[in-house]
T-cell receptor, first 113, second 115 residues
């Protein structure tokens, strides 16, 4: 069915390390991808997005990589901090038609001090 | 500026009761979305509006779910005859539909518990 999956449900890293969160998507017709961070009891918060005509985009401490050949998306967080601990979701938008986002199940990132 | 707000933040309903969940989007945002998030899962799309027009309601799980946005601003998600499987967090998001971006800004959600 339509879904965006994740390779790992949990990820634990040491403060200061770099984190990589992976996401596999199934719809080759998707033209837009987005990463959200969700802390307990809060709504998802935008981190970074990328269009399908790009393969890399950088923000502040974050980089998103898109590999359309293998339908893989990753989020890299540099110098991970305790405040980065949260659940991270990738989501995709299908080309044309509805602007709905299709979310994966999420990866829980824990940053150890 | 103010973000997306939702009310109530928590709602407990007895099975069979009707509930209404409110969303106030960011001022000026054209698109408004409703998602349902079960515990430990990612948000799942329910429906969305562009101004007052409901363009996609493919995610509404049954005809007990109804959403409206009559003046293109505030939206209400109504669930009739609630069932236990309706227990979830209901998230609202809005988007300015700026060129090239489909970023959605989410509210804190309404946690619905059906007993």
């Amino acid at each position: 069915g339509e879904s965006v999956g994740l390779h790992l449900p949990t990820l634990s890293v040491q403060e200061g390390d770099n984190s990589i969160i992976n996401c596999a998507y199934s719809n080759s017709a998707s033209d837009y991808f987005i990463w959200y961070k969700q802390e307990s009891g809060k709504g998802p918060q935008f981190i970074i997005d990328i269009r399908s005509n790009m393969d890399k985009r950088q923000g502040q401490r974050v980089t998103v990589l898109l590999n359309k050949t293998v339908k893989h998306l990753s989020l890299q967080i540099a110098a991970t901090q305790p405040g980065d601990s949260a659940v991270y979701f990738c989501a995709e938008k299908y080309q044309g038609g509805s602007e709905k986002l299709v979310f994966g199940k999420g990866t829980k990132l824990t940053v150890n001090p | 500026g103010a973000g997306v707000s939702q009310s109530p933040r928590y709602k407990v309903a007895k099975r069979g009761q009707d509930v209404a969940l409110r969303c106030d989007p960011i001022s000026g945002h054209v698109s408004l979305f409703w998602y349902q998030q079960a515990l430990g899962q990612g948000p799942e799309f329910l429906t969305y509006f562009q101004n007052e027009a409901q363009l996609d309601k493919s995610g509404l799980p049954s005809d007990r779910f109804f959403a409206e946005r009559p003046e293109g601003s505030v939206s209400t998600l109504k669930i009739q005859r609630t069932q236990q499987e309706d227990s979830a967090v209901y998230l609202c998001a809005s988007s300015p539909r700026a060129a090239g971006s489909y970023e959605q800004y989410f509210g804190p959600g309404t946690r619905l518990t059906v007993t």
